[in-house]
């Protein structure tokens, strides 16, 4: 392991230690030579790539992105995380020629945090819808604001939707829950402009 | 059915034309084992390409892990493989507890080996209950769901429900076991090794099933690595990769158990592993069953776990740790953490990224079922299409594994 990390530290990486955990930076440019590198010595396995996202890390000062290959040895017993930097919009080279199963690791990352990888032979989105703008796991990504067109033609926007749960606004359907048996419909507290539910005819 | 590639012959009786035929396969289809769609070309009945479509369970767990408090994330992690609960529970409980660096007591530790060890078993029986419906054989399904209802009985009694367990907690387990739990656990070791031979006979020992499994959808060494395989199937392709052995976490290197590994690559070896890990499994549990001691099954540092009920009504100091856990939980050091684990699957383990609040910055799920199912690519070339649903079956993939 040490002359692997000799040898990415002349590639220009970095290393850091973090709970017995070994993880280097390399600059962008040099990520093939450093899998390279590292499956030469031994760690043949690619376990996993994945994307980070600082953009509301804090304290984060580097760049926003950040994209991880897991890699390891046959025997599991030596691992080693390797670390790319990039910004919005910077690409990196395919790992699919050093190893196949690479591809939907690599869509996986382009999928959920929008980093393209130059030369995979398909990159697509993998996980979410073809119809779906946007990258889910970006921090800039709303948690369940995404107004949803449903296949009868009604529209929800959840914005409003939760507007009329609170009770602030109309909402929706206007219906904001009748008063339970037994109990005046004047002593319920009415909030101001809230619709009623329609008096039953006739009674 | 769509026009694929125009493919020229030129034989001594004269030349003709012929064209591939693009199969569309699920998504919802009994033998994709989920909803699995993949894209097939064939040229008459031998597959020219494949290509699988995953994503239909997408449910985004990851995402809404993160804007949750740690401990609420066990609701989270075994909804993925719905069938292997117990594993994605403890994969991300432990990557947790790496990072706060919680002492789990040893009885805890026992309690979650026999569960998980339990589970597996649950999973393979699943595997081989459904593998060999594909096939076409009916009657193993009900055999196995037989020794899996005992085990859902096991789980019940712990946990309450029968999937979705949310049993494990971090620092510990969510309440000790019952007292039958023990008797169960014992029962099951004594009467299962006969149901197991049993299934050695009725299904390995098959002729038809060797002749349909037997040098079929051969994935070699080499193709296993590239495709980034692990976990059983990898071991059907001569890798003793297993990460109970080789980086042992929760007291695994205290029993005694072999990793079993077979050269042959193919849809029979793949079957064969996972048969003879039941019965190392089996001999896991037995063991950790007498090892069981009476003792604590939680973490007593106030600041992870919730202070015994009865403390509440004496204590201040434990009212607060308590407010304190249940309106904002914990908060870890900033860093990030990733433990493997072995599934019934693959590697499995959480890659977690903390910022020093109580919930977790970034959760990344490496689930073994999506690496393993691209390799289907690879193995089912130049087979025929029956053979391709039996080889998506020896795999084992679970879709809520994969989608995530």
Same mark, same amino acid.
């Given at each position: 392991?040490?002359?692997?990390?000799?040898?990415?530290?002349?590639?220009?990486?970095?290393?850091?230690?973090?709970?017995?955990?070994?993880?280097?930076?390399?600059?962008?440019?040099?990520?093939?030579?450093?899998?390279?590198?590292?499956?030469?010595?031994?760690?043949?396995?690619?376990?996993?790539?994945?994307?980070?996202?600082?953009?509301?890390?804090?304290?984060?000062?580097?760049?926003?992105?950040?994209?991880?290959?897991?890699?390891?040895?046959?025997?599991?017993?030596?691992?080693?995380?390797?670390?790319?930097?990039?910004?919005?919009?910077?690409?990196?080279?395919?790992?699919?020629?050093?190893?196949?199963?690479?591809?939907?690791?690599?869509?996986?990352?382009?999928?959920?945090?929008?980093?393209?990888?130059?030369?995979?032979?398909?990159?697509?989105?993998?996980?979410?819808?073809?119809?779906?703008?946007?990258?889910?796991?970006?921090?800039?990504?709303?948690?369940?604001?995404?107004?949803?067109?449903?296949?009868?033609?009604?529209?929800?926007?959840?914005?409003?939707?939760?507007?009329?749960?609170?009770?602030?606004?109309?909402?929706?359907?206007?219906?904001?829950?009748?008063?339970?048996?037994?109990?005046?419909?004047?002593?319920?507290?009415?909030?101001?402009?809230?619709?009623?539910?329609?008096?039953?005819?006739?009674? | 059915?769509?026009?694929?590639?125009?493919?020229?012959?030129?034989?001594?009786?004269?030349?003709?034309?012929? =064209?591939?035929?693009?199969?569309?396969?699920?998504?919802?289809?009994?033998?994709?084992?989920?909803?699995?769609?993949?894209?097939?070309?064939?040229?008459?009945?031998?597959?020219?390409?494949?290509?699988?479509?995953?994503?239909?369970?997408?449910?985004?767990?990851?995402?809404?892990?993160?804007?949750?408090?740690? =401990?609420?994330?066990?609701?989270?992690?075994?909804?993925?493989?719905?069938?292997?609960?117990?594993?994605?529970?403890?994969?991300?409980?432990?990557?947790?507890?790496?990072?706060?660096?919680?002492?789990?007591?040893?009885?805890?530790?026992?309690?979650?080996?026999?569960?998980?060890?339990?589970?597996?078993?649950?999973?393979?029986?699943?595997?081989?209950?459904?593998?060999?419906?594909?096939?076409?054989?009916?009657?193993?399904?009900?055999?196995?769901?037989?020794?899996?209802?005992?085990? =859902?009985?096991?789980?019940?009694?712990?946990?309450?429900?029968?999937?979705?367990?949310?049993?494990?907690?971090?620092?510990?387990?969510?309440?000790?076991?019952?007292?039958?739990?023990?008797?169960?656990?014992?029962?099951?070791?004594?009467?299962?090794?006969?149901?197991?031979?049993?299934?050695?006979?009725?299904?390995?020992?098959?002729?038809?099933?060797?002749?349909?499994?037997?040098?079929?959808?051969?994935?070699?060494? =080499?193709?296993?690595?590239?495709?980034?395989?692990?976990?059983?199937?990898?071991?059907?392709?001569?890798?003793?990769?297993?990460?109970?052995?080789?980086?042992?976490?929760?007291?695994?290197?205290?029993?005694?158990?072999?990793?079993?590994?077979?050269?042959?690559?193919?849809?029979?070896?793949?079957?064969?592993?996972?048969?003879?890990?039941?019965?190392?499994?089996?001999?896991?549990?037995?063991?950790?069953?007498?090892?069981?001691?009476?003792?604590?099954?939680?973490?007593?540092?106030?600041?992870?776990?919730?202070?015994?009920?009865?403390?509440?009504?004496?204590?201040?100091?434990?009212?607060?740790?308590?407010?304190?856990?249940?309106?904002?939980?914990?908060?870890?050091?900033?860093?990030?953490?990733?433990?493997?684990?072995?599934?019934?699957?693959?590697?499995?383990?959480?890659?977690?990224?903390?910022?020093?609040?109580?919930?977790?910055?970034?959760?990344?799920?490496?689930?073994?079922?999506?690496?393993?199912?691209?390799?289907?690519?690879?193995?089912?070339?130049?087979?025929?299409?029956?053979?391709?649903?039996?080889?998506?079956?020896?795999?084992?993939?679970?879709?809520?594994?994969?989608?995530?």
């Amino acid at each position: 392991m040490s002359a692997l990390l000799e040898r990415l530290a002349e590639l220009g990486g970095v290393q850091h230690e973090f709970k017995g955990m070994t993880s280097v930076t390399v600059p962008k440019r040099a990520v093939l030579d450093a899998l390279r590198a590292a499956r030469a010595d031994g760690l043949e396995m690619l376990t996993d790539i994945h994307g980070m996202d600082y953009l509301t890390y804090p304290g984060h000062t580097g760049k926003r992105f950040a994209v991880i290959y897991n890699v390891h040895d046959v025997a599991g017993r030596r691992r080693l995380f390797i670390r790319v930097d990039l910004d919005d919009g910077e690409t990196l080279p395919t790992a699919t020629g050093l190893w196949s199963g690479a591809s939907f690791l690599e869509r996986e990352t382009f999928d959920m945090m929008g980093v393209v990888f130059d030369g995979h032979p398909d990159l697509r989105k993998l996980l979410t819808p073809e119809d779906l703008e946007g990258h889910p796991h970006r921090k800039d990504f709303p948690l369940g604001e995404t107004p949803t067109l449903f296949g009868d033609g009604r529209f929800l926007d959840p914005a409003s939707f939760r507007a009329g749960l609170s009770g602030r606004d109309q909402g929706l359907t206007g219906w904001k829950g009748g008063a339970r048996d037994g109990v005046v419909a004047s002593q319920t507290p009415k909030a101001p402009g809230t619709a009623q539910r329609p008096e039953k005819s006739g009674s | 059915m769509s026009k694929g590639t125009v493919v020229k012959h030129d034989t001594e009786l004269g030349a003709f034309d012929t =064209q591939h035929m693009r199969i569309n396969v699920g998504p919802q289809h009994p033998s994709t084992h989920g909803v699995l769609r993949l894209v097939v070309d064939l040229d008459g009945e031998r597959i020219v390409s494949l290509r699988p479509h995953v994503g239909y369970l997408h449910t985004g767990f990851e995402k809404t892990m993160e804007n949750r408090t740690y =401990q609420q994330g066990v609701t989270y992690s075994n909804r993925m493989d719905y069938v292997n609960g117990f594993a994605h529970d403890l994969a991300y409980i432990l990557g947790v507890e790496k990072l706060i660096g919680a002492r789990v007591p040893e009885r805890a530790q026992r309690v979650r080996v026999i569960l998980t060890e339990l589970n597996r078993i649950a999973s393979h029986l699943v595997f081989f209950g459904t593998t060999l419906l594909d096939m076409g054989a009916l009657t193993p399904f009900f055999y196995t769901m037989r020794e899996r209802e005992v085990l =859902q009985d096991i789980f019940e009694s712990v946990s309450g429900v029968r999937m979705n367990y949310g049993y494990f907690r971090v620092g510990g387990l969510y309440r000790d076991v019952p007292e039958n739990f023990e008797p169960m656990v014992r029962q099951f070791v004594k009467e299962f090794p006969d149901y197991l031979d049993q299934y050695k006979d009725l299904f390995m020992g098959n002729d038809i099933l060797e002749a349909r499994t037997r040098g079929v959808a051969v994935l070699t060494r =080499q193709q296993a690595l590239d495709w980034c395989l692990t976990g059983p199937s990898l071991r059907a392709s001569g890798v003793p990769l297993d990460f109970r052995k080789a980086a042992p976490y929760s007291g695994y290197q205290d029993y005694d158990f072999d990793v079993p590994c077979y050269d042959d690559g193919d849809i029979w070896a793949r079957m064969q592993v996972r048969m003879d890990e039941m019965h190392e499994s089996l001999r896991i549990v037995a063991q950790a069953i007498d090892m069981l001691e009476p003792g604590p099954t939680i973490d007593p540092d106030r600041r992870i776990s919730l202070p015994p009920r009865h403390e509440l009504e004496n204590s201040m100091e434990a009212v607060i740790f308590h407010f304190k856990l249940v309106t904002e939980g914990f908060h870890p050091p900033k860093g990030e953490v990733y433990v493997p684990t072995e599934s019934a699957r693959g590697e499995l383990g959480y890659y977690i990224a903390s910022d020093g609040g109580s919930m977790p910055y970034r959760v990344k799920v490496r689930a073994p079922s999506l690496a393993n199912l691209q390799s289907l690519e690879v193995s089912s070339r130049g087979g025929l299409f029956a053979d391709m649903v039996i080889n998506i079956a020896s795999f084992d993939p679970v879709l809520g594994d994969v989608d995530k």
